[in-house]
């Protein structure tokens, strides 16, 4: 299993950017897929964003398109969640997650990724 730990979350206006950061330790990201989910109170955790671990290619929620960008950096042991022009609904905690990477198949739900860090906090004011 990769432990993670995400930082990077704060208090943002409307329309400003964030740059969230998740660091591995226990193993290294190779053969992993890296995700970024988020949770608002009360909700389902949703999918954000994944990126390939093979290709490097990148899968987005639709509500995110267009404003949310996955990286990785894998000497590091590092992905990272640019969030630009971000909307109060945006306002959720966010996970990143990894899961063992496989040629035929792209994970976009929680039960697709066995390892998950503790979350950070993004609140957006109007």
């Known amino acids: 299993q990769v432990q993670l730990v995400e930082s990077g979350g704060g208090l943002v206006q409307a329309g400003g950017s964030l740059r969230l950061s998740c660091a591995a330790s226990?193993?290294?990201?190779?053969?992993?897929?890296m995700s970024w989910f988020r949770q608002a109170p009360g909700k389902e955790r949703d999918f954000v964003a994944v990126?390939?671990?093979?290709?490097?290619?990148?899968y987005y929620a639709d509500s995110v398109k267009g404003r949310f960008t996955i990286s990785r950096d894998n000497a590091k042991n590092t992905v990272y969640l640019q969030i630009n022009s971000l909307k109060p609904e945006d306002t959720a905690v966010y996970y990143c997650?990894?899961?063992?990477?496989?040629?035929?198949?792209?994970?976009?739900?929680?039960?697709?990724?066995?390892?998950w860090g503790q979350g950070t906090q993004v609140t957006v004011s109007a």
């Open positions: 997650a990894a899961g063992r990477s496989v040629y035929y198949f792209t994970g976009t739900s929680p039960a697709d990724f066995g390892s």
């Open positions: 226990g193993r290294t990201f190779s053969n992993y897929d």
């Open positions: 990126i390939r671990w093979g290709s490097g290619r990148t």
